[in-house]
């Protein structure tokens, strides 16, 4: 099952995001954060890397504190973030240039 929540995540991460705020323990997404704009925030702009800072967060040892390899998670998440604004960035200026011809 962790598997298949971890794709969804890479996959959809808003989506992840709604699920893990609906349907996860009470707090999980706002304990780490230390107010409630930075979930909101992190839902619109980097939904990938939020997913992965509440994780390490609270699901690596030890809890309530980000260990290397937690920082590492949230790095690779920033990045995916990154790869997703990007590539949508390119496709289209990719289709304005296919209309343009």
């Known amino acids: 099952m962790g ?19 609906l349907l996860g323990p009470v707090g999980y997404l706002s304990e780490p954060f230390p107010g409630g704009l930075w979930p909101i925030a992190g839902f619109f702009l980097v939904p990938t890397t939020t997913l ?17 390899f ?3 998670l949230v790095v690779i998440g920033l990045l995916v973030d990154a ?14 240039a296919d209309e343009e011809s």
């Open 52 to 68: 992965a800072f509440a994780f390490a967060t609270l699901s690596l040892d030890p809890v309530g504190e980000v260990s290397p």
């Open 3 to 21: 598997c298949v929540v971890g794709c969804l995540a890479l996959s959809f991460p808003r989506v992840a995001l709604v699920l893990v705020w």
């Open 70 to 72: 937690g920082w590492l």
């Open 83 to 96: 790869g997703l604004l990007g590539g949508g960035g390119r496709a289209a200026r990719r289709r304005e």
